[in-house]
């Protein structure tokens, strides 16, 4: 059995700091060359969430590909913890891909497999210095799925099914979560729910959280919103704690008109 690659993630019990200097990509297709980001600087707390929001095509998940070295960017620089995103070999990618959480619009359950096996999926081929079905048990109680190990995907409403998508994104106690629409899929009292979650366990566990996201409640709900247009920063918002939801709203729906 092969040992699991010790993750790159930064050090200490907050989440990483995530910053990016100047990161532009592009794509060509059909014989033109796409603009996906294009001189983006932002940073983001440790510890803290952020929604990036924007049209179709502005390049909000180009983003969150890039800071997840999913894809690479043809300039700049990312840094996540101690991390710099940029500089990593394929195999130092592969490394620092196990270190983070990654949450998307689609559940990608595996149909066959219980939720404990869903869970702990990314881990069952290695060796781990944890036990897998109790880390795996003891994600889906942290998501409000106790009982619920044996269960089959067809057997969960989708809200369960993405409590369970969550709860495999940290089988490796990551101290960065990327989430890509992970309420696009959900009715808006259940797209509440979840992203009420998402953010309880950033705060039990010390993780940095970004969101992409359409929609402006969840938008709202995070400390800091990023606005992307053609490949851009065009906006941003920090969204104070405790503030008012009806003036933050106003001011997040602004920025999309």
């Known amino acids: 059995m092969e040992s699991l690659q010790t993750p790159l993630q930064p050090k200490g019990s907050t989440g990483a700091r995530v910053e990016l200097a100047a990161v532009s990509k592009r794509y060509s297709t059909g014989g033109r060359v796409i603009t996906a980001l294009d001189d983006v600087s932002l940073a983001i707390g440790g510890g803290l969430a952020a929604a990036v929001t924007g049209p179709s095509g502005s390049g909000k998940s180009t ?31 592969v490394a620092y891909r196990q270190g ?3 949450v998307f619009q689609r559940f990608h359950l595996l149909p066959a497999l219980t939720a404990l096996d869903n869970v702990a999926a990314p881990v069952l081929p290695y060796r781990t210095a944890f036990d897998k079905v109790e880390r795996a048990t003891e994600l889906l109680a942290a998501v409000g799925l106790a009982g619920r190990e044996d269960s089959l ?30 309420t696009g899929n959900l009715d808006s009292a259940t797209g509440t729910e979840i992203m009420q979650l998402l953010l309880q366990l950033r705060e039990q566990r010390g993780m940095t959280v970004i969101v992409v996201t359409h929609n402006p409640l969840v938008a709202a709900s995070c400390d800091r ?9 065009v906006d941003h918002v920090e969204v104070p704690r405790q503030a008012e939801t009806g003036p933050v709203l106003e001011r997040i729906s602004r920025m999309d008109s």
Request: hydrophobic letters at 45%.
């Open 225 to 233: 919103v990023v606005r992307l247009l053609d490949g851009r920063v």
């Open 100 to 102: 983070i959480g990654f």
């Open 63 to 93: 983003l969150l590909h890039v800071v997840g070295a999913m894809d690479v960017p043809d300039e700049g620089r990312i840094l996540a913890g101690d991390t710099v995103v940029t500089e990593l070999t394929r195999k130092e990618q």
């Open 153 to 182: 995907p067809s057997q969960l409403s989708g809200g369960e099914q993405q409590r369970v998508a969550i709860a495999r994104a940290l089988i490796n106690d990551p101290r960065l979560l990327l989430a890509d629409e992970p």
